[in-house]
């Protein structure tokens, strides 16, 4: 491949020409994060489709991201630069399997994660992503009954935090902060005593966490269960100096650099997202030179799904 610096400069050159932005997600690569023009997590990337005036959008993060930004600009070029970025927690759950379970639960709001495919998201009433899923369910009345998919960590985490026991949870999860094992965190603790805890609240050591924090095992004040634009938020605000990071490994890289003075360090650090590190500055260059790979949904699902996803970016 090119060299870098020539490679960055071919891409700006390429974004002026087509009127481009660059929406990055916290989890891509650092030389991802360093070009991008807005980078944050699921929801604030979200909204800044809604607000961008480019005329293209390319989307560094996962196809159902670039799925949600197309379904949110019609009218303008969203590109996916590879299109095997997937995720596993958007596989766990097809538009039949829901349709089945919405026949096992009749009268239930159906709310979805925001990692789930368009044609997911056309039969929910509700999407949402971590940063506000506690406030969607809040805002949905007390007697109705809920299902929530698919993440069931997730799940658990707004069932603990909501205090109501009518959400049935699917039992979907996403393969890489699955692997986020309590025990890992508690070997990382051993060795940094005095760090905080972020928890991004898919991982598989989510639930324990937030049992040991309400058991006063872990600390309160320095336990938090955070999307990853609030563990941003966070890290940059707490006055500690260490934090045990327990996501996507690829966050540390911004904390960092938002943080020269402070220490980040991984509670597994093999938690990589494949799907997330397939962008690169070659395919995204490949991308905006040769259009592609476009990514449009049919406008009778597109129109469905809004519903859904315009409820999510206007709560929380
Ligand atoms: P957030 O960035 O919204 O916290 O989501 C994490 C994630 O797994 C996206 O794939
Ligand atoms: Fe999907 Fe997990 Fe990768 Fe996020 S980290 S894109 S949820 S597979």
Not at 182 to 192: G, K
């Amino acid at each position: 491949s090119n060299e870098p610096n020539r490679l960055v400069e071919e891409i700006l050159e390429w974004k002026k020409k087509r009127n481009a932005v660059l929406l990055a997600h916290n989890y891509q690569v650092p030389e991802i994060q360093d070009i991008a023009d807005v980078l944050g997590d699921s929801l604030a990337l979200a909204r800044a489709a809604v607000k961008t005036d480019a005329d293209v959008i390319v989307f560094c993060g996962v196809h159902f991201m670039a799925e949600t930004a197309a379904i949110l600009n019609p009218k303008k070029t969203v590109l996916l630069p590879d299109l095997e970025a997937g995720c596993s927690l958007a596989d766990s759950i097809t538009a039949d399997q829901l349709r089945k379970w919405k026949t096992e639960h009749p009268g239930a709001i159906v709310v979805s994660y925001v990692n789930t495919s368009a044609d997911v998201k056309a039969e929910s009433d509700y999407c949402c992503t971590s940063s506000n899923a506690v406030d969607i369910v809040n805002s949905i009345p007390k007697d109705k009954d809920i299902l929530f998919l698919p993440d069931m960590f997730l799940g658990n985490f707004v069932k603990r935090e909501t205090g109501r026991e009518n959400i049935h949870i699917w039992m979907g999860e996403c393969h890489v902060h699955a692997g986020i094992h309590p025990h890992q965190v508690d070997n990382v603790f051993t060795e940094h005593p005095k760090a905080e805890l972020l928890v991004h609240p898919e991982c598989g050591c989510s639930t324990s966490s937030m049992y040991l924090k309400s058991e006063g095992v872990l600390p309160g004040d320095k336990t938090h269960i955070l999307s990853t634009g609030n563990m941003l938020k966070h890290s940059k605000s707490s006055k500690a100096d260490e934090f045990i990071v327990a996501t996507e490994t690829g966050i540390i890289h911004q904390m960092e650099k938002q943080n020269p003075h402070k220490q980040f360090v991984a509670a597994n650090p093999e938690a990589v997202c494949p799907f997330m590190k397939m962008i690169t500055l070659d395919n995204m260059l490949a991308a905006l030179k040769e259009n592609k790979h476009e990514i449009t949904v049919p406008p009778k699902t597109a129109e469905q799904a809004k519903l859904a996803i315009d409820r999510m970016i206007s709560i929380g």
